[in-house]
């Protein structure tokens, strides 16, 4: 069975400080990988997107970006944070071609 | 711009009581998504939602999609206090982006 796994669960960063959270999927391969930022107490809002190894679309501007340098591993970085920056992040996957879309555990950020 | 709108944002029900919840979206979409997320913790996918008329049923919980009308509904049946949870629609758009409704955050007392 396929699983998903995020890490950190939570991180504290001062502002101007770097960012990296990590994503990787197991038991499929050539998944569409996905990051999405969910502020407090609101809805979800998809960040990047990669169909492939290297391949990443960019949904919203800001000072974030993504990377896939494997086939399941799905990185989100900063190289400085903005206290704007807080909030929970979720990797999530889809079978490509498939419907449904799978959400990891998240990553709680506070840029303080 | 696809638009989601959720409603209510709020409720509060009693153990055993039914309830409907809804989700209209502004443009024409192929899926249609529930989730489920649980006070500081991940979502939990319910249900996807593939054509017109298609109606899901889980425990408790059962979901239907009118794309005509570009509304869907979650309705609960007797509801007990596992279900108190925030619930997501999510709408399909373009092929790899889902737009998300605000949530309802459903409280089910005793």
């Known amino acids: 069975s396929q699983t998903i796994h995020q890490w950190p669960a939570t991180l504290v960063q001062p502002v101007g400080s770097p960012l990296s959270l990590e994503c990787t999927v197991e038991g499929t391969s050539n998944p569409n990988l996905y990051w999405y930022r969910q502020a407090a107490g609101r809805g979800l809002q998809l960040l990047f997107y990669?169909?492939?190894?290297?391949?990443i679309s960019s949904e919203v501007p800001q000072n974030l970006s993504a990377s896939r340098p494997q086939d399941r591993q799905f990185i989100l970085s900063s190289k400085k944070l903005l206290l704007s920056d807080s909030g929970f992040y979720l990797c999530?996957?889809?079978?490509?071609?498939?419907?449904?879309?799978?959400f990891g555990e998240g990553s709680w950020l506070t840029v303080v | 711009e696809l638009k989601v709108e959720q409603n209510p944002l709020f409720l509060s029900m009693q153990e055993g009581k039914n309830y409907t919840i809804y989700c209209n979206y502004s443009?024409?979409?192929?899926?249609l998504y529930w989730y489920r997320q649980d006070p500081g913790k991940s979502l939990e996918s319910l249900f996807v939602l593939l054509s017109n008329g298609a109606v899901k049923q889980e425990g408790r919980l059962m979901a239907s999609l009118d794309t005509k009308a570009r509304l869907s509904t979650l309705h609960i049946t007797a509801a007990v206090h596992d279900l108190s949870a925030t619930y997501f629609c999510a709408v399909g758009y373009n092929n790899n982006d889902m737009r998300f409704g605000a949530g309802t955050r459903l409280t089910v007392k005793p």
């Open positions: 999530a996957w889809r079978v490509t071609g498939g419907n449904t879309i799978y």
């Open positions: 443009t024409t979409s192929d899926r």
């Open positions: 990669s169909v492939g190894i290297g391949q």
